[in-house]
T-cell receptor, first 115, second 116 residues
């Protein structure tokens, strides 16, 4: 089975621009979660989607948004980029039943640099 | 709100020795899951071990075992017979069992160095 894939792997943007990141979960997985990883704040939960519905959301401004398609692929969008948005963005997929046995599998991440 | 604290930003251990990584957490919930994740340099995050809060028995996965102290809200990871491939960032993590979603709360991580 193919693992979680994220595209692009690297992105360089300037302040004020917007960006869209993509995540393809493992086949059969219906849940996709997004995390932001920075040296200062560590790993922070952005949001989780299950069957095209946002199931939970972290404490991030409205500039951060996401969606999930019927094939479970997910995108996250960041508008009006700020320098502080520079980070590694990780997505993780799971079956989504909420049980412990549902291991979350992480993708390699998208490294976003905002200049 | 739940929090996870890893008090050791970095640790080093000699190859073949045993090392213990510490983690404490804070929650008012009675049912939850705890995890240790490993993130090798420039590689993907993978699950090392997991524990259900209502199970008193400590989880074990080969050379990895945990010491789960529910009353003390402590969840340490022991790595036995350390190998060079164990060098990575290790994250302690918490997930509520009260909800069906997959939100995980991570600690800041402990970078583990293996000395040959």
């Amino acid at each position: 089975k193919a693992g979680v894939t994220q595209t692009p792997r690297y992105l360089i943007k300037t302040r004020g621009q917007q960006v869209t990141l993509s995540c393809s979960p493992i086949s059969g997985h219906r849940s996709v979660s997004w995390y932001q990883q920075t040296p200062g704040q560590g790993l922070q939960f952005l949001f989780e989607y299950f069957s095209e519905t946002q199931r939970n959301k972290g404490n991030f401004p409205g500039r951060f948004s996401g969606r999930q398609f019927s094939n479970s692929r997910s995108e996250m969008n960041v508008s009006t980029l700020e320098l502080g948005d520079s980070a590694l963005y990780l997505c993780a997929s799971s079956l989504g039943s909420g049980r412990l046995a549902d291991t979350q599998y992480f993708g390699p991440g998208t490294r976003l640099t905002v200049l | 709100a739940q929090t996870v604290t890893q008090s050791q930003p970095e640790m080093s251990v000699q190859e073949a020795e045993t090392v213990t990584l510490s983690c404490t957490y804070d929650t008012s919930e009675s049912d939850y899951y705890l995890f240790w994740y490993k993130q090798p340099p420039s590689r993907q995050m993978i699950l090392v071990i997991r524990q259900e809060a209502y199970k008193q028995q400590n989880a074990t996965e080969n050379r990895f075992s945990v010491n789960f102290q529910k009353a003390a809200k402590s969840f340490s990871l022991k790595i036995s017979d350390s190998q060079l491939g164990d060098a990575a960032m290790y994250f302690c993590a918490y997930r509520s069992a009260m909800n069906r979603d997959d939100k995980i709360i991570f600690g800041k991580g402990t970078r583990l160095h293996i000395l040959p």
